[in-house]
């Protein structure tokens, strides 16, 4: 059976979801919406043990499921087909593969919801465990967040992590978010929520980012 591009792919999906079509790129990192190809290969790294947070440490992660195996790679794959969603003013979701070195090594979600404030968008990002602690989680926030603030004229971005989370916050402080409040999430783990301005960002701006794509999805989510 031939191999099939994933870029044609993500055409193809682009054409129903424009999400899909978004593109951010920086210094041979690529931030691109993922094709089911790409899914599997990060469904590989959650199923396994340590492959994101180390053994014991699950509770750092919001959310995060403490099984591995078969089971957390469905319960992943189940969760980001579920972000193939029509774009619209009220509600939109933008995943994005974290590529680098040719291979899909995380994801980041820039997000709006129906109940945050105009101009508010949500950030998260997660990258494999044995791909952290080398600056590549302080740059692909960044990305992100030109996406954002450059070209969808966001207002505030904002985030959070477990108290615990030493290297999430570290990440997310670095980046220019500052805390706003704290409050117990419905596992009893206190969240740290934060949030960074478009003036805060520039001041940490990273030079010669491309970003393809936004026109048709700015349409998508202008209402």
Known sequence: MAEVDADLLRADLAALYPQYGLRVAHAGTVLVG????ELLELAAIVAEPGGVVEPGRERELLGWPSDAGDAAARRFLEWAWRLRETPGAVRWRAPLAVIDGGR???LAVLSHDHHDPAGT?????WLARAEQGRGLGRRVRLMLLELAFGHLGAARAVTNAAEDNAASLRVSQRCGYRETHRA???DGVVEVHLAVTPAAWRRRRLADVEVDGVDAF??????
Do not use: K, Q
């Open 34 to 37: 993922p094709t089911d190809e």
């Open 104 to 106: 899909a090594l995380g």
């Open 121 to 125: 968008v949500g950030t998260s990002s």
């Open 184 to 186: 117990a999430g419905p």
């Open 218 to 223: 700015r349409a998508a989510i202008a209402g």
